[in-house]
């Protein structure tokens, strides 16, 4: 597809299929402990996380919080500080970043938790 139609499918998606896109890798260990044949699982508030790319890379933290519409996810503890002294949190596509534990919850019933 061209990028310019691609970019439109993303922006013009419903919202069940723009949670779809929030998935995060999930690293050889964590896999095999969760007896998944999956590659990547869809985030939760609560999870844990490490940055892979960025400024940030290499830090680890719990998700506090994820945007369905913008396709991000904020972590507890990396903020930015604006002109004015306001911290606000800073947001991370789900790709640029790689499960270390997941919570437990009903729809990941018969995953263990990697910690």
Request: a positive charge; proline letters at 5%; aromatic letters at 2%.
């Given at each position: 597809m061209k990028r310019r139609k691609e970019r439109r499918k993303i922006y013009t998606e419903k919202l069940h299929e723009k949670r779809?896109?929030?998935?995060?890798h999930?690293?050889?260990?964590?896999?095999?402990?969760?007896?998944?044949?999956?590659?990547?699982v869809l985030i939760n508030k609560g999870d844990t996380v490490e940055v892979m790319r960025g400024k940030h890379k290499g830090k680890s933290a719990k998700v506090q919080k994820v945007?369905?519409?913008?396709?991000?996810?904020?972590?507890?503890?990396?903020?930015?500080?604006?002109?004015?002294?306001?911290e606000s949190l800073v947001p991370f596509?789900?790709?640029?970043?790689?499960?270390?534990?997941m919570k437990e919850?009903?729809?990941?019933?018969?995953?263990?938790?990697?910690?």
């Open positions: 779809a896109r929030l998935r995060v999930l690293p050889k260990e964590l896999r095999e402990s969760a007896k998944m044949g999956r590659r990547s945007s369905h519409t913008k396709g991000k996810v904020y972590l507890e503890g990396i903020t930015l500080r604006n002109a004015r002294g306001v596509p789900p790709s640029n970043l790689k499960m270390v534990s919850s009903a729809h990941r019933k018969g995953m263990v938790r990697g910690e």
